[in-house]
């Protein structure tokens, strides 16, 4: 198993804009994967979270995103087009800050973008839960963290606090 440490709120590199894979990569990104897999599949049994994680968190700049829900998906070089004017508000947890929770704003509806691993394109719309997922997996991406994208100031709270909220 390649569980890998992820990259906690504070370090510099999760802010940084992640370069697009090139085709002739595809074949360096199988260790990656399987890292990526590892590595949300251990969380997901330490935290009982977890859905999906971008390269970053792990500490590779490239633009790629592992999800797992019903069965494992890959994007490659996703991009978010489409986007609702309706927002949903919900509380967004990140393996990044794993006992934080940010009260964000999100696209209800989105289409996503991107390549798989056979350099297929594809397009996927995506609702509700699923649009706020890969919003925020593709900001990863992009240097953003869930923390920058508060409502407000009293947007954040502890995961021990759920309850209450």
């Not at 990259?7 to 074949?27: A, H, M, Q, S, T």
């Not at 500490?59 to 998906?73: A, H, S, W």
């Not at 009260?103 to 973008?113: F, T």
Request: a neutral charge.
């Amino acid at each position: 198993m390649a569980v890998k440490k992820v990259l906690l709120l504070g370090n510099p590199k999760l802010y940084e804009v992640c370069d697009p894979i090139k085709r002739d990569e595809l074949e360096l990104l199988k260790p990656v994967i399987t890292d990526l897999k590892d590595t949300l599949l251990d969380f997901r049994k330490n935290y009982s979270a977890g859905r999906a994680i971008a390269a970053p968190q792990i500490g590779i700049m490239k633009r790629l995103i592992y999800m797992e829900i019903d069965k494992p998906q890959i994007f490659i070089n996703p991009i978010i087009k489409n986007k609702s004017k309706e927002m949903i508000q919900l509380w967004d947890d990140c393996m990044c800050f794993p006992n934080l929770l940010v009260y964000v704003s999100r696209h209800a509806q989105c289409d996503i973008i991107f390549f798989d691993l056979d350099w297929k394109k594809h397009t996927i719309t995506l609702k509700d839960d699923l649009s706020e997922l890969l919003q925020h997996e593709c900001d990863h991406l992009d240097g953003i963290l869930a923390v920058s994208r508060a409502i407000n100031g009293q947007s954040f709270a502890l995961r021990s606090q759920q309850k209450f909220l």
